[in-house]
């Protein structure tokens, strides 16, 4: 071992004794005939000294310390005449008796501090050297008490962790699948796994009864901001049990991960919300709870009053932004333009004013009396000080989308999204189906597994639109961290959804055959749930994107900068492989 | 919930409760008016009882069940009138006063039970109902545990649990790539990791300090019996340690799986053996040491006498079998076939036996003199009864290999390798190259980023291929579980490595760039090692196979047949893709 004990373990009560530490140059100051030299780990910071009266050769040589190079060092440990209580290792420093350079380092390309100086692409190309800060290192650490706190849990209530095959079959229900061509099976290949949803259901009609697993995924998508083409899971199913029985044992499990993660202790059951109350009152199927600011339903209020806009509107919605009816001119422009933008839609806002004398100005005030405005006001329960914000548009479900935008936003620049805030809920009763515009047919909203309600079920046949699924999504600060469903378990049924989805009996057959198969032999009730595990890491860790709870992320081009993957093969590969580039010339580049 | 226990938990203090159970239907039997159902599930039978007086309607239904029908059933526990002791519910059964089919099932392709009528290639196509069987849950649920107990032991140790991705670069170096065509970036290909290797490396020169990962890897090779395309690893990083530091650390991991999951307490220190010593005694890397059998050099002894076998031979080596004197002729005449096998290769064998009064009487008799045999007694330290074995040939190391081959089997038909009994031992000091004849060059024997031996560091110019890595193999029972190195941690070292490999600089660095650029900012010294889990997992369970331990394995041609994977894809994908299938002729079929 290089060393006795890391740099972050040495206390007072070590004063007198010889140690040995190991590793990274983070400061070197020189000061008069002494040097100062912070050493860092993993564990902490640790302050050496060197005098140039005890050993002059041995402080000339820490004086050509580099920053993080990697030192050996033996000394004492002393008490500090000048103590810093901001760290841990703040009460003593070691004098050194002996230094050796296990590794030089070059400059590197950017500070290796918690502000750093490096640009969000030198720090992919360099991931190794980013890792080395605080910010970036303790929330792989979080990561890694998340996991083992979830196993331990799901250990407790009989969950066996079942690894399910990384080289599976290709569906093309559902996103874009990565696929691996098989050299020893020419012409064919492997899918890379979107979900292990149709294995985990075979291991639930295997009777294991209890799984989970934490488990890569891969979804070939053009990137947002906040994907990854391969993302981590936390996967479980259930047999023999209802909704409620999946709900309350991973209701259980995230408020032990709150306990134990974060310290926070949530007694009260996590509201539930149907998904129809989810759209109309905050225009999302996962609304952000941390602050209020419900939609306001405004035809009754503002039809038929002259105003163009609205009277041809399919719907008229607002908003009450408490206090802010100080907004200027300018920042309510800038709120117009928010929601004008292409990603959002709206053609235009409209606002409205609470005076301190409780009269209401607005920006139609040319269409409203007072009178009507007054209305406006009863209706948004607005009081003076308060701002209204109202959309309108021609699509209802577009509309109420538009005004989700402009709640968060509003909800942000009034500071109502705090990161250490938690707002849980279930979002349930999910719709079945979506019809999709795309495809010219309907598509199961979850996927094609999922259990219609009971009582739903007889309008398969005669409004399959309407149907209601036994599906449920965790809802945290906006933040959809989890989703399930109860499954169909009967082989009729699982037929019949196939049928409506507009597949032939023969292609079902063709992709689905294996589980539809499966459940002729006695397959049992059964249903789960799959947590994402980097939006519930960067939610407890605060961060904005999932990107830095991740070692090694991609970019939005799916590219490892510091791997540069992927990259071209060798022919020779290709030849193994049956397989020929052909790159359409629009690709080219 | 279904059920208000499991078949697995009711005792005799039960008896009197209403209960809810819910399972299979193990088996049906019909006596007289009574009908008793068995009832599973993952955890246990429970025995249910209709009574044709108590509800004739209820007892025709139960009369009804088919074989794994899933039910589910109210009743009271009762005390049973003949208990039986081998069940842990076999004191009590259930009156069942309700009945309700949850789902039917068609007759199962075979057997539930431990010893089952199936067939492989049958049991691996419903390979969902083979998972139903005892005989393979329990190695499921074995496999759980283990990772449980490895997790919570190297979380206890200051590791942390880091993933790495699985879309990485492809390196020719080492076995075959299965590669990832990306959509995004047309004619470039991403490759699933043989292993984390260089990203755990990547992970020391960021500071993590102790790392690791449970994690699937991937090999395109042809598939040997005990191979699979995907395979899991226990993989582990540490810095600023040496060869002791992680053999110790591991070790003692070794030692706490050992008593957790089989109850046995290990309490020496693993043996330690080199490789030159391993090769020259067992012929093998990994010596099975549940039983002695050591190889005795007989050049000395046996050369010289007019055998021209023996006379040209480069080595002659035989091993004692203790009391194999009774073996038949044809029984040797058997072993004889064995070792000349192609798949071992030897010319042939010959023996001699120590009758009862001491004398050797041998296969050639005729070439020597009963003083020369007692000669060779006593250097195989051979008693009355024993049998000695001899194999020789022109080449040392394939002689020494085809006698290793002949000492497990020996081994084998003495019953010496008993699954309950664990010979574990640490193989190190092995040689860092070895001859490729395919290749005409050195290749690394364990891979190129092993750290050569401090003091063999000169002889990389002079002689590489006798320089000795700083590398470590665990060996339990003859199986290779696990292995490592102390890593190189210097650019310079790792360029001359490339270079001994035959990598021009420029090869060097488009393949393993990032890696030599990282240690060019501060690389720690580390090493690691990896188990394969599971090789472990079929250790502990006694399988032959690692197949039985993993939830859904390939055949031997690398398809999945349960899901019929590898498939083709559609010429959409294809398209997406910008491949092009180009089978050639000598693969068709």
Known sequence: MYRSETCGELRIADVGREVKLAGWVQRVRKMGGMTFVDLRDRYGLTQLVFNVENDAALTEAANHLGREWVVQVTGKVAERTSKNPNMPTGDIEIIVDSLRVLNASEVPPFTIEDDTDGGDDLRMRFRYLDLRRNAVRKNLELRHRMTMEV???????????????????????????????????????????????????????????????????????????????????????????????????FEGMAKHLFKELRGVELTEPFLRMSWAYAMKYYGSDKPDLRFDMRFVELMDVLKGHGFSVFDNAQYIGGICAKGAAGYTRKQLDALTEYVKRPQIGAKGMVYARVEADGTVKSSVDKFYSQETLQELRKAMNAEPGDLILILSGDDTMKTRKQLCELRLEMGRQLGLRDKNKFACLWVVDFPMFEWSEEEGRLMAMHHPFTHPKDEDIPLLDTDPAAVR????????????????????????????????LGFTPEKAQEQFGFLMNAFKYGAPPHGGLAYGLDRWVSLFAGLDSIRDCIAFPKNNSGRDVMLDAPAALDDKQLDELNLKIDIRESEKH
């Open 151 to 249: 196993r331990r849990y799901l250990d407790s209530k009989g969950f066996l962790e079942i690894e399910t095959p990384m080289l599976v079959g290709s569906t093309p229900e559902g996103a874009r699948d990565f696929v691996v061509p098989s050299r020893m099976n020419p012409g064919q290949f492997y899918a890379l796994p979107q979900s292990p949803q149709t294995l985990k259901q075979l291991l639930m009609v295997s009777g294991m009864d209890r799984y989970f697993q934490i488990v890569k995924c891969f979804r070939d998508e053009d990137l947002r901001a906040d994907r990854q083409p391969e993302f981590t899971q936390i996967d479980c199913e259930m047999s023999f049990v209802e909704q409620e029985d999946v709900i309350s044992t």
């Open 469 to 500: 699924a036994d599906a449920y999504d965790m809802v945290v600060n906006g933040v959809e961290v989890g989703g399930g469903s109860i499954r169909i378990h009967d082989s009729a049924l699982q037929a019949k959804m196939f049928e409506i």
